[in-house]
C-alpha cells in the first residue's frame, strides 16, 4: 500500500515538473525604412529572409524577433543583449545580428567582406534567439543574402546580381536576371530567370536538388558534378570534351596532370559559364514556360 502511494507521488512530482519548465517567449516586430543603396547585405543567423524587388526608391525592412529562455529572466537577458544593427558603408548597406559572443565585421580572409567571427560561439547560454526578416528593396539592388538555421532565402523580382548563402534550409529564387551565385547544405535551391544572365554564375547543394529554369534563348556552356544524383534538361545540348587540368610543381620540373571533374555541356553557341555541383541530389536545368 504504502509502495503504491510513493509511485503515485513521485508520478505527480514529474508531472508538475514539466509543467514549471515550459520555455519562455518574446516576440517583438522591428520595422526600418532606408535610402536605396546600391548593395544590400542581409546577414542573419537563425531565421529566414525574404526579399521583394520592385519600383520603389527606398528599402524597406521588418524583422520579426524571437527570444526563447527557461525563464523569464534569460528572455530579458536574450532581449537586451540580441539585436538587429543596420549601418552604411559606402555603397552598401549592412544589416546584421549582433550578439555578445560573436564579433561582426571585416572578414579575416577578405577584407573587402563582411561577416561573423564565430571562435565564442558555443559561449551563448540561457536563451536561444531567432530573426525571420522581410525586405522590399528597389529591383536593381545588388543583394547578399546569408542565414545559417531554421530558415529558407527567398527572392523575388530582382534584376541586379545575387549572391545567396544558406546552411540548414533552402534557396528560392523567383523571377530574377542578375548574375547568381547561390549555395546552401542541407535544403533545395531553385531559380527561375525572367532573362539569362549576363555574366557567369553558379549553383551548390550538398544535400539537395538544384532546379534551375531560363529562358528559351539560353546559349551557355553547363557545368556540372553530382556525386549521388543525375543531371537532365529540355534543352538540345552537345557535351563537350573533358578538360584536362596542368599545372607545375612547386619544384619547378613536373607536370601535374588532372581530369577536371565536371562535366560540360552546350546550348547553342554557348558562351557564360552556368555551373551546377550537388553531392545527394539531382541538377535539372529546363527552359522556364
Known sequence: ?????????????????????????????????????????????????????????????????????????????????VSLVIFRENDTLVAHIKTPNLTYGRNRNNKRGFGYEWDDWNKQ?????????????????????????????????????????????????????GATKARTINGQLEANYTRVPEKNSSYYALNGNIRVKYPGNLSADLRFKSFNGDFYTDYDVKQLPTKVISKTASEGKTKIYKVDEFTSVRVRKGGKVFKFETLNGNIYVNRNK
Open 1 to 81: 500500500m504504502n509502495k503504491a502511494v510513493k509511485l503515485g507521488m513521485i508520478v505527480l512530482l514529474v508531472a508538475f515538473g514539466t509543467v514549471t519548465i515550459q520555455a519562455q517567449k518574446s516576440t517583438e516586430t522591428i520595422k526600418k525604412t532606408m535610402p536605396k543603396a546600391q548593395v544590400l547585405l542581409i546577414d542573419n543567423i537563425n531565421g529566414s529572409v525574404m526579399v521583394k524587388g520592385g519600383k520603389g526608391n527606398s528599402i524597406d525592412l521588418t524583422a520579426t524577433k524571437t527570444i526563447v529562455g527557461d525563464t523569464q529572466k534569460d528572455v530579458a537577458n536574450g532581449k537586451s543583449k
Open 125 to 177: 547560454k540561457g536563451y536561444d534567439f531567432k530573426f525571420d526578416i522581410q525586405v522590399n528593396v528597389p529591383e536593381n539592388t545588388h543583394l547578399i543574402v546569408r542565414t545559417v538555421n531554421r530558415g529558407d532565402i527567398e527572392v523575388t523580382n530582382t534584376k541586379a546580381s545575387l549572391k545567396v548563402t544558406n546552411v540548414n534550409g533552402s534557396v528560392y529564387l523567383k523571377n530574377i536576371a
